[in-house]
């Protein structure tokens, strides 16, 4: 069993950037592959970026492909998004979630375990 909680979200002005945080508890960490969703109001959660458990791989979405990183550092249990060149369409609620390894990343049923989301807002 995992349990995340996600932070590091707020209001930054377009063109900025924001990290995002996402700490879990439990054990086996480094087996999860760890994945960003985000809602934006109005929309349904969609896929932003997933890293597998060694952090050897990773994939986004083509809308924050060259703008979003993700990472991780097992030792700390903890998984990052870092944000660049933030848009106003990047305004949503960030979850972060976690699931088992197999499989493809980048669709919300196949992940077992989510933060509460933390707000990200981009004024124009």
């Known amino acids: 069993h995992v349990q995340l909680v996600d932070s590091g979200g707020g209001l930054v002005q377009a063109g900025g950037s924001v990290r995002l945080s996402c700490a879990a508890s439990g054990r086996s960490f480094s087996t999860y592959v760890m994945g960003w969703f985000r809602q934006a109001p109005g929309k349904e959660r969609e896929f932003v970026a997933a890293?597998?458990?060694?952090?050897?791989?990773?994939y986004y979405a083509v809308s924050v492909k060259g703008r979003f990183t993700i990472s991780r550092d097992n030792a700390k249990k903890t998984v990052y998004l870092q944000m660049n060149s933030l848009k106003p369409e990047d305004t949503a609620v960030y979850y972060c979630a976690a699931k088992s390894p197999g499989g493809g990343v980048n669709k919300e049923y196949e992940y077992d375990y989510w933060g509460q989301g933390t707000q990200v807002t981009v004024s124009s």
């Open positions: 890293i597998t458990g060694s952090g050897s791989s990773t």
